[in-house]
């Protein structure tokens, strides 16, 4: 009796703690915006040097307590090149509320784009590339409206396409995984 009345109350109490855990990062706002910035820099051979910088946009909107959709847009603009990559990225997060600062979340998502992500970066393959897109990561509030973000994620690329020369046909194919980790930050409103 004592056995069935614990597994009972742990039944009943399993909701309510989960509810608890299921929290906006910041009460009162429904919306996230996060950042980071990162410049890449190579010169080879004693060459020239080339500059690109990539901008990961992220707007999160929380549909209910803890559930966000976060919308992502990649863009890298090489230094003096018509190269530019972009990536679009659509992905739903659950973050929990493990503290008053502190917030784990986990992400699953897809996209698509021109190319894809490589040291940050967004390359232009010029062709349609597809991702699935899985992570977690943690959110530690500063103040009332912004966090410190930092997150894993694992990325599986694919895309194809035939190109077609002078000398015959080739098929170009991307079948690529990523496992990147990203710092940045998020500001509520």
């Known amino acids: ?35 980071s910035a990162s410049m890449y820099n190579v010169k080879e051979n004693g060459g020239e040097t080339n500059t690109s910088i990539n901008i990961p946009l992220r707007i999160g909107y929380y549909i209910f307590r803890g559930l966000e959709i976060e919308p992502e847009f990649l863009l890298t603009i090489p230094e003096e090149s018509e190269d530019t990559g ?19 979340f986990v992400l699953a998502g897809g996209g698509y784009g021109n190319g894809y992500t490589f040291y940050t970066l967004v390359s232009d393959w010029d062709m349609g590339v597809t991702a699935l897109n899985f ?38 194919k991307i079948d690529r995984t990523d496992n990147n980790i990203l710092v940045g930050i998020s500001i509520f409103f």
């Not at 500063?142 to 396409?161: C, M, N, P």
């Open 135 to 172: 992570g977690a990561g943690i959110k530690y509030l500063v103040g009332d409206s912004a966090a410190l973000r930092i997150e894993y994620r694992f990325t599986k690329y694919s895309g194809e396409e035939i190109k077609s020369y002078t000398w015959g046909t080739y098929t170009e």
């Open 1 to 35: 009796m004592k056995r069935i009345l614990v597994i009972s109350i742990l039944i009943l109490a399993i909701p309510i703690i989960v509810s608890e855990m299921f929290a906006q990062p910041v009460q009162g706002k429904k919306f996230e915006f996060s950042t």
């Open 86 to 104: 972009y990536f679009i990225m659509v992905n739903l997060a659950y973050n929990f509320k493990a503290s008053e600062k502190i917030m784990p």
